[in-house]
């Protein structure tokens, strides 16, 4: 069963039509050209049957025969014997003039062709499998797109590549185009897990997940997927691998870690020491020194990049991956050409995370795929951003020569749920990168303003709304009446990082005062002088209330005693 899913996961090319009309070639002058192959894998060519051309026919027909000492005789006259699918498509009928070969004649339908392909390739795929497989009758490495495989006898071939995909050719001294899917990676990131993009924003401390969808695993050998995170993303663990055996299946088949058949295998850094990443080192400056190069199958560390970042020009260098994953699928049935495989994980941005500053400071996560002897497929990456913000405190007019105010404390919060009924506050470490959140306010981290400078915050998200909390005013000044809150901008290059702010609709982009910071970044808040005026109806005019009464009472008792004195003097 197993052979035959694999065999079912072949691309297959090109119909077999057993009535060919394509002249073969002569003993030892036929060739085999295939165009559109992969550079360094190797193709291979197994005569199956004899091609003896019909003396006198036009258009030319031709005689297929195959000899009981074929490697393939027995495996296909058994299947053609055991009336199974072969059976419908093929006869075998002993020669007259020599008992040891047998006529093969093709009795199959217009129309069937690719169900004939399949059915013999099975046959063929479980010989080369086996224990006594006969070696191919010529090989050929492509390069520049084309491999070439000459002097073969006139016959029907079955040609192989180390990719994994299959090319069967009813007859040799024809060119044919390799038009077997290679395997790609797809690569795509969120912020929930539900809707994905080639990008997203994410604060430090929170998840996100990433979706990569290798196609092209139909008959794909060898099979690797190697994924590569900067510095400011820690992998969490793969949540999902779900194969789909072609574009239009509704549901999948999960692999699981560890299963034979129908399962994946990951390796890390710790557990593989042949998990690498090819790089490209002119195109990108990686955080790390440790290069390694392939030298005869073993990857080694190469000190001259290592120390002077001069690099050997004639060497493939690679760098250890986030993680590396290989697929076995062998019982998974049913594969098309379209089939493919999701794979989903998390990982969580951390205090190492790029801030963003400029167009192209993000946090990169790329993918390929190896497959066959020695392919490729193109990176592709997801870039996830993280950005800052800075306060400014300043007393007075908004301008480039606003007075900034020292000693006010602050801190920031969000809100955990649209309810808004439970905060977190940001922790930073020495740099003011936010490193975590915590629900306890007392954990919360300060910020405190001085003379001439801002406060610079770093590791948020964008589109999720945060708020300034001033604990403490300075000294002889006002505190502030509410909290003030802000979001940051994903937009387009021209907003992406401003922030939008909540301060009395004041304007940043008349503030210059920092030439070096974008004054869209900037959220200014204003301190006011003076003693605050007391509350309506507070003892401001309580005390008024008392005295007033005081005297009414004192006017009423100086009253009744002088009408008191009067009535005794008289």
Do not use: C
Not at 205 to 234: E, N, P, Q, W
Not at 384 to 399: A, E, P
Request: hydrophobic letters at 35%.
């Amino acid at each position: 069963m197993k052979k035959l899913n694999k065999l079912l996961a072949i691309v297959l090319a090109i119909a077999m039509i057993m009535s060919l009309t394509v002249a073969a070639g002569a003993t030892g002058t036929a060739s085999i050209t295939i165009s559109n192959a992969s550079d360094g894998e190797t193709y291979s060519a197994w005569k199956i049957f004899d091609a003896t051309e019909v003396a006198g026919s036009s258009p030319a027909q031709y005689t297929y025969t195959i000899s009981t000492s074929s490697a393939f005789y027995s495996a296909i006259s058994t299947a053609v014997a055991a009336g199974g699918t072969l059976n419908s498509y093929l006869t075998l009928t002993q020669s007259a003039a020599d008992s040891t070969v047998y006529v093969v004649e093709y009795i199959g339908t217009t129309g069937n062709e690719d169900a004939f392909t399949a059915a013999l390739a099975t046959v063929i795929e479980g010989v080369l499998s086996g224990a006594n497989a006969p070696s191919a009758d010529k090989t050929a490495v492509a390069t520049s797109g084309t491999a070439t495989m000459s002097d073969l006898d006139a016959g029907y071939y079955y040609v192989s590549t180390t990719v994994g995909t299959v090319v069967v050719l009813d007859t040799t001294n024809i060119a044919i185009n390799d038009k077997n899917s290679k395997p790609s990676a797809d690569k795509q990131v969120s912020d929930d897990g539900t809707t994905y993009a080639d990008s997203n924003s994410a604060a430090v401390g929170d998840t996100v997940y990433f979706k990569t969808t290798v196609s092209g695993i139909y008959g794909s050998t060898s099979l690797r997927l190697h994924d590569l995170m900067d510095a400011g993303l820690t992998f969490s663990g793969i949540t999902s691998v779900v194969l789909y055996t072609s574009d239009s299946a509704q549901t999948g088949t999960t692999l699981t870690s560890g299963a034979s058949g129908q399962g994946y295998t990951l390796y890390t850094n710790a557990s593989d020491p042949d998990a690498f990443y090819l790089i490209d080192t002119s195109e990108y400056t990686w955080n790390t020194t440790d290069y390694y190069y392939l030298d005869s199958g073993t990857y080694t560390l190469d000190t001259v990049g290592n120390n002077s970042g001069d690099f050997d020009s004639t060497k493939t260098y690679y760098i250890k991956s986030t993680f590396d994953m290989t697929f076995d699928y062998s019982d998974v049935t049913g594969i098309e050409k379209t089939g493919y495989i999701v794979v989903t994980y998390t990982a969580t941005v951390n205090s190492n995370a790029v801030i963003y500053s400029t167009t192209g400071d993000s946090n990169d996560n790329e993918t390929y795929v190896s497959f066959g002897a020695t392919s490729y497929s193109e990176p592709q990456n997801t870039q996830t951003y993280v950005y800052k913000m800075n306060i400014f405190k300043y007393t007075g007019t908004l301008d480039a020569s606003s007075t900034t105010l020292a000693g006010a404390v602050f801190e920031i919060y969000r809100y955990t749920d649209n309810t808004q009924t439970t905060k977190e506050y940001a922790i930073v470490d020495t740099n003011n990168v936010i490193t975590s959140w915590t629900q306890t306010e007392s954990e919360a981290s300060k910020f405190t303003s001085t003379d001439g400078s801002l406060i610079t915050v770093s590791g948020f998200d964008a589109n999720e709304t945060y708020y300034i909390h001033e604990t403490s005013a300075p000294t002889g000044y006002n505190p502030l009446s509410g909290d003030v809150p802000f979001t940051i901008d994903d937009g387009t290059n021209s907003t992406q990082g401003y922030v939008t702010y909540d301060t009395n609709s004041q304007n940043t982009t008349t503030l210059t005062a920092f030439s070096s910071v974008t004054a869209q970044t900037i959220v200014p808040i204003e301190n006011k002088t003076g003693s605050e005026m007391p509350e309506t109806g507070g003892i401001g005019t309580t005390i008024f209330y008392i005295v007033g009464g005081v005297l009414v009472v004192g006017a009423i008792v100086l009253l009744i005693t002088k009408k008191r004195i009067g009535k005794d003097g008289e």
